[in-house]
């Protein structure tokens, strides 16, 4: 495959994926603002934004609407939904050919609903202030059609080489995007925090990191409705059925990079291998209570320092390559 083609699919799925989990994340905690002070909506929100990993430009100014409507409409940022919503069509438009139809059908429909110029005009900054009911159906409706693209993209696109890529693309920002938020809600489920909240607030939090991962009715299916932090860690960590834990994750994309290795051509893929396995293995062979002995927060933040080695070293292989590495890698 083409290296520009790969980079294309690899990028579309990244940026639909993460335009996803902002917009999931955003109209979880709108719809948790009716039962919080607040004091614990700014913290909140605050924490909305280390999700996200503070985006540049993108601050909390005490209006819960007008953050909403930055990281929702803001072309400056490219951290915004509407930008990577345009980001995510770009690159499927590179790759028109290589996807079907439908995945270009319905992925181009999104680019078209949330570029209509009145949408542009009504939600200029400083006008969604006055129409705090707003955000529900359009942040609901940019989720469904994600869904969609998903669906239709694993029925309608051969699962060939160039679906590796896109699988790949979605499990590694879906598994650094819950590394982020479970790093966000640290202090306030397993830190000293913990020990100086009220009961119902502990609830709500629980309640939003679950929902936050569309983890909460699969959560209850396993442990009933009894909400704990350490077994919502346990559950969103290493859970092995889940599609949004951080192992079935891990577990996806190590599966889609063997698939790719196997068509490689001769291209040297130990080192992507050997950095896969390794994750693989601390989630696979980890118990909850050892990730505790080591600490969530450095834990966490190894996975995410691996799952960008796994990125680059992906990029130098596959993508950005030189000619001369291509030719030493077939030759030996």
């Known amino acids: 495959m083409l290296s520009r083609v790969a980079d294309s699919l690899y990028w579309m799925s990244r940026y639909l994926e993460r335009a996803e989990h902002t917009t999931r994340l955003l109209d979880v905690n709108l719809n948790l603002m009716l039962d919080e002070s607040p ?65 270009w059908h319905r992925l181009n429909s999104l680019y078209l609903q949330v570029t209509r110029p009145e949408l542009q005009r009504n939600h200029e900054p400083g006008t969604m202030a006055v129409e705090p009911d707003f955000p529900t159906e359009f942040l609901q409706s940019v ?16 699962h060939g080489e160039g679906w ?39 609830y709500l939090d629980w309640m939003g990191l679950l929902r936050s991962a569309t983890a909460f009715e699969a959560y209850c299916k396993v442990y009933t409705a009894d909400l704990t932090p ?35 051509g001769g291209v040297r893929t130990e080192p992507l291998q050997r950095i ?38 992906m990029y130098n292989l596959y993508i950005d390559f030189t000619i001369q590495s291509a030719l030493t890698g077939a030759a030996t």
């Open 39 to 103: 004091i614990s909506a700014e913290r909140r929100w605050l924490r909305v934004l280390q999700a996200l990993n503070n985006p540049k430009d993108i601050h909390w100014k005490g209006d819960p609407y007008e953050l909403v409507r930055s990281l929702t409409f803001d072309l400056d940022s490219p951290s915004s939904i509407l930008s990577l919503l345009i980001a995510a069509r770009e690159n499927s438009r590179h790759v028109r050919e290589q996807i079907s139809t439908e995945q």
């Open 143 to 158: 989720m469904e059609a994600a869904h969609q693209f998903q669906g239709v993209s694993d029925s309608t696109m051969s």
């Open 164 to 202: 590796q890529f896109i699988q790949v693309g979605r499990y590694i920002e879906r598994a650094s995007a819950t590394a982020s938020l479970l790093v966000a809600y640290h202090d306030d489920l397993w830190g000293e925090r913990t020990l100086e909240k009220h009961e119902s607030n502990e």
């Open 230 to 264: 350490d077994r919502i860690l346990e559950f969103l960590l290493l859970d092995e059925e889940f599609p949004h834990s951080l192992r079935f994750s891990i577990d996806s994309m190590q599966q889609a990079l063997k698939a790719i290795d196997r068509n490689s």
């Open 276 to 313: 896969a396995g390794k994750v693989r293995a601390s989630l696979a062979y980890n118990s909850v209570d050892e990730i505790f002995e080591q600490g969530v927060v450095p834990y966490l933040q190894r996975l995410q320092v691996q799952l960008s080695e796994i990125h680059e070293t």
